[in-house]
């Protein structure tokens, strides 16, 4: 069964909290949360976004491709209907601590937020892709959670919706710093990423069965090396400088100039073997790329 929690409130009585002091924002004490204990495994999906920072968890959670336990202080972000699963060990009790803010998408009308908010890759990460944080990037996040907090407790007046606002911006740009030090300081699981991704389209690129359906997507790419597509592309921009879906199309343009360059297929016949359903397509994204077409190119070579 999936639970949905329309509403902040909706949430607040299932993790059997007091009522929420502002329907469209809440920050929960993680402490304070208890799931109902009559199930081992929970799912949800809720139509707001959650930020979430937590430590000491006991209970394993499941969004995107993995299981994910919090034994250490991690940042985890998650958007509108988006499904969550809870796995609850009833044998291990700990002290879990932590925040979890809660917004709905209807307190972010007429800001720029709400354009804006999605521009921030990392609401389509998993789980496990969760963002370390060190000590005194934790104290600054949960000091602007707290800054959030005692402006919606105090009195409601005209600034408070943009006071709230520009604090939210500025926790979600301190994630992205944040995120981008954590990419950079994983060098080397990173390149084993892309390593791991040159691997995979050679595997699509040199086997025609697999282009029967088409070129490859971002998604499978993504599925194929147990990543989410939003996390695959934040990684690759930082070490190459280009998305997945650049990537794909570069592999492809490579083995387009092997075939043109020793064979005699047609140009046709090549952008069906590579997965195109129509040669103009292949030819278009071709001089897109190397600015001349796969005839010219081909004819460069007699």
Same mark, same amino acid.
């Given at each position: 069964?999936?639970?949905?929690?329309?509403?902040?409130?909706?949430?607040?009585?299932?993790?059997?909290?007091?009522?929420?002091?502002?329907? @469209?924002?809440?920050?929960?004490?993680?402490?304070?949360?208890?799931?109902?204990?009559?199930?081992?495994?929970?799912?949800?999906?809720?139509?707001?976004?959650?930020? &979430?920072?937590?430590?000491?968890?006991?209970?394993?959670?499941?969004?995107?491709?993995?299981?994910?336990?919090?034994?250490? &202080?991690?940042?985890?972000?998650? $958007?509108?209907?988006?499904?969550?699963?809870?796995?609850?060990?009833?044998?291990? %009790?700990?002290?879990?601590?932590?925040?979890?803010? @809660?917004?709905?998408?209807?307190?972010?009308?007429?800001?720029?937020?709400?354009?804006?908010? *999605?521009?921030?890759?990392?609401?389509?990460?998993?789980?496990?892709? $969760?963002?370390?944080?060190?000590?005194?990037?934790?104290?600054?996040?949960?000091?602007?959670?707290? !800054?959030?907090?005692?402006?919606?407790?105090?009195?409601?007046?005209?600034?408070?919706?943009?006071?709230?606002?520009?604090?939210?911006? @500025?926790? @979600?740009?301190?994630?992205?710093?944040?995120?981008?030090?954590?990419?950079?300081?994983? *060098?080397?699981?990173?390149?084993?990423?892309?390593?791991?991704?040159?691997?995979?389209?050679?595997?699509?690129?040199?086997?025609?069965?697999?282009?029967?359906?088409?070129?490859?997507?971002?998604?499978?790419?993504?599925?194929?090396? !147990?990543?989410?597509? !939003?996390?695959?592309?934040?990684?690759?921009?930082?070490?190459? &400088?280009?998305?997945?879906?650049?990537?794909?199309?570069? *592999?492809?343009?490579?083995?387009?100039?092997?075939?043109?360059?020793?064979?005699?297929?047609?140009?046709?016949?090549? $952008?069906?073997?590579? &997965?195109?359903?129509?040669?103009?397509?292949?030819? %278009?994204?071709?001089?897109? *790329?190397?600015?001349?077409?796969?005839?010219?190119?081909?004819?460069?070579?007699?």
């Amino acid at each position: 069964m999936i639970h949905r929690f329309d509403s902040i409130s909706e949430f607040h009585s299932y993790g059997n909290l007091p009522k929420p002091e502002h329907p @469209l924002i809440s920050l929960v004490d993680y402490s304070k949360v208890n799931y109902p204990t009559d199930s081992n495994e929970i799912k949800w999906m809720q139509n707001f976004y959650s930020i &979430g920072l937590k430590r000491n968890v006991s209970e394993k959670f499941n969004y995107g491709q993995q299981k994910y336990d919090f034994n250490e &202080g991690v940042f985890s972000f998650v $958007a509108p209907k988006q499904i969550l699963t809870v796995q609850i060990n009833q044998d291990i %009790k700990v002290n879990s601590s932590g925040w979890l803010l @809660l917004i709905h998408p209807d307190f972010l009308w007429n800001t720029p937020l709400v354009n804006s908010i *999605k521009n921030y890759d990392f609401f389509g990460y998993a789980v496990n892709e $969760a963002l370390f944080l060190s000590e005194k990037e934790e104290n600054i996040i949960v000091e602007l959670l707290k !800054n959030i907090q005692r402006e919606y407790q105090s009195n409601i007046d005209k600034f408070s919706q943009n006071i709230i606002i520009s604090q939210i911006e @500025l926790l @979600l740009n301190y994630a992205e710093r944040y995120y981008e030090r954590q990419f950079i300081t994983r *060098k080397i699981s990173n390149h084993q990423i892309l390593i791991k991704l040159e691997q995979i389209l050679n595997n699509y690129f040199n086997n025609s069965e697999t282009l029967i359906n088409g070129i490859p997507t971002v998604t499978q790419i993504a599925n194929d090396l !147990n990543l989410s597509p !939003n996390y695959l592309s934040s990684v690759l921009k930082i070490i190459s &400088g280009q998305t997945t879906q650049q990537h794909i199309q570069n *592999k492809l343009i490579e083995k387009a100039k092997e075939k043109l360059s020793t064979t005699e297929q047609s140009v046709s016949e090549i $952008a069906y073997e590579l &997965g195109f359903e129509y040669p103009a397509s292949f030819s %278009k994204l071709f001089k897109n *790329k190397t600015n001349i077409s796969p005839i010219e190119f081909r004819q460069s070579f007699f």
